[in-house]
T-cell receptor
Framework: RKEVEQDPGPFNVPEGATVAFNCTYS??????FFWYRQDCRKEPKLLMS???SGNEDGRFTAQLNRASQYISLLIRDSKLSDSATYLC???????????FGRGTSLIVHP | DGGITQSPKYLFRKEGQNVTLSCEQN?????MYWYRQDPGQGLRLIYY???????QKGDIAEGYSVSREKKESFPLTVTSAQKNPTAFYLC????????????FGEGSRLTVL
């Protein structure tokens, strides 16, 4: 299966900081991209889809770079409640089956 | 309330015993998936089903079996052939494969003693 790679972190940042995560994917035919959030010992939940033109949802901005085959997630003005693991998900271009990265751990401290 | 229900939430079993994890959805989704997550790891695909009476192996299907006799149900059996079954098992569904958001159940945590 094609790979989805993420830096596992942890990223340890103070409240109010801006933090960015990247995720690279190997299948150039990949069609759709997502960021999920997973709290400790819980199920993942959709944070946002990633569109070709980039998209923003409040403090969160997602970008897609098809040429370099990566997606990114930017979190501005970090809150304590943003502490979680952020999973990159790529839908394989052939089978359309979601493939998950290992996740990036974010710890926001006071 | 629409959603996915997994049971049991916690399960302890002795080595060599088969275990069946339940997954039921009332979202009218065609596609269903089983993932396994180990500590500090991402989700790895065990099996998926695109439609009733059809299912396909994922990346780590050895030692597992599934059935999809009803649209709303996709149980997973962890057999004694699975060498390291202790893990967090997550069931998910989507409208169809490749159709955007995955909806997850709360997971089943299996510990084999």
């Amino acid at each position: 299966r094609k790979e989805v790679e993420q830096d596992p972190g942890p990223f340890n940042v103070p409240e109010g900081a801006t933090v960015a995560f990247n995720c690279t994917y190997s299948n150039s035919a990949s069609q759709s991209f997502f960021w999920y959030r997973q709290d400790c010992r819980k199920e993942p939940k959709l944070l946002m889809s990633v569109y070709s033109s980039g998209n923003e949802d409040g403090r969160f901005t997602a970008q897609l770079n098809r040429a370099s085959q990566y997606i990114s997630l930017l979190i501005r003005d970090s809150k304590l409640s943003d502490s979680a693991t952020y999973l990159c998900v790529v839908n394989d271009g052939g089978s359309y089956i979601p493939t998950f990265g290992r996740g990036t751990s974010l710890i926001v401290h006071p | 309330d629409g959603g996915i229900t997994q049971s049991p939430k916690y399960l302890f079993r002795k080595e060599g015993q088969n275990v069946t994890l339940s997954c039921e959805q009332n979202l009218n989704h065609d596609a269903m998936y089983w993932y396994r997550q180990d500590p500090g790891q991402g989700l790895r695909l065990i099996y998926y089903s695109q439609i009733v009476n059809d299912f396909q192996k994922g990346d780590i299907a050895e030692g597992y079996s599934v059935s999809r006799e009803k649209k709303e149900s996709f149980p997973l059996t962890v057999t004694s052939a699975q060498k390291n079954p202790t893990a967090f098992y997550l069931c998910a569904s989507s409208v169809r494969t490749g159709a955007g958001e995955l909806f997850f159940g709360e997971g089943s945590r299996l510990t084999v003693l």
